[in-house]
């Protein structure tokens, strides 16, 4: 019973997916994912929501983008601070992705970026 009613949502959530037209990417590439962010309210009490961009590199992308638990990781460095979101294929807030340049990776998980960031910074640091 249970689980018959599982895989009706996951159809549902499914066909809603593959109405959204996401551009073919991979890991190493350059997005941007367009966001929407809930500011407030104004006057009357509604809500106000604005658009944001986060542009970065992908680092992974975990179940695919056409299974309705699928999701992918961006990073980018912002003022020295690096930033990692993980955005659901499947959320409301995104509006679009659009591609902005690719590139080749090996890898099919880039986490080892991290550790080569601080190992860099590290460096920097000892040197001074």
Not at 101 to 108: F, G, L, M, N
């Amino acid at each position: 019973m249970g689980i018959k009613l599982i895989d009706k949502i996951n159809a549902e959530q499914t066909a809603s997916l593959a109405g959204k037209n996401f551009p073919e990417f991979r890991t190493g590439d350059i997005v941007r994912v367009s966001i929407k962010i809930k500011e407030g309210e104004d006057k009357d009490g509604k809500p106000k929501y604005r658009l944001q961009d986060f542009e970065g590199r992908v680092l992974a992308i975990d179940n695919g983008s056409k299974n309705v638990t699928g999701n992918f990781t961006v990073t980018r460095e912002s003022y020295g601070v690096r930033v990692e979101k993980l955005f659901p294929f499947n959320s409301p807030w995104i509006q679009s992705i659009k591609l902005v340049k690719k590139s080749a990776s090996w890898r099919s998980k880039l986490y080892t970026e991290r550790t080569f960031c601080s190992h860099k910074a590290v460096r920097k640091l000892v040197r001074k």
